[in-house]
């Protein structure tokens, strides 16, 4: 079972970026994307429950950011529109074969796979 998260680099303030996370050995029943700004704490950032397809966003990124998923290629994505330096952090994206409940979902304890993380700088 791996988790391969790709899609990050160095845009401007305003710019948009896609990540992507290729699940590979099954599929799960929950995905998320968390972040970690340099010298911070990790934090959530959105999430999907695949039953149902419920979508969570952290305050900070609701409206700018945008998980998705493409059944086909067991993959998941972070659309991330109107970057600010704010953003700027190291990705990383999580999975459970567990369906998470809103209570549970956002928490990174939750999740018991994750990829490695994918660096998003966002210059001003």
């Known amino acids: 079972v791996q988790l391969q998260a790709s899609g990050g680099g160095l845009v401007q303030a305003g710019d948009s970026l896609r990540l992507s996370c290729a699940a590979s050995g099954r599929t799960f029943s929950s995905y998320a994307w968390f972040r970690q700004p340099p010298g911070k704490e990790r934090s959530f950032v959105a999430a999907f429950r695949w039953s149902g397809g419920t979508k969570y966003y952290a305050d900070s990124v609701k409206c700018r950011f945008t998980i998705s998923r493409d059944n086909a290629k067991n993959t998941v994505y972070l659309q991330m529109n109107n970057l600010k330096s704010e953003d700027t952090a190291i990705y990383s994206c999580?999975?459970?074969?567990?369906?998470?409940?809103?209570?549970?979902?956002?928490?990174?304890?939750?999740?018991?796979?994750w990829g490695q993380g994918t660096l998003v700088t966002v210059s001003s």
């Open positions: 999580a999975a459970d074969s567990k369906g998470l409940i809103t209570t549970t979902i956002r928490s990174a304890r939750s999740y018991a796979y």
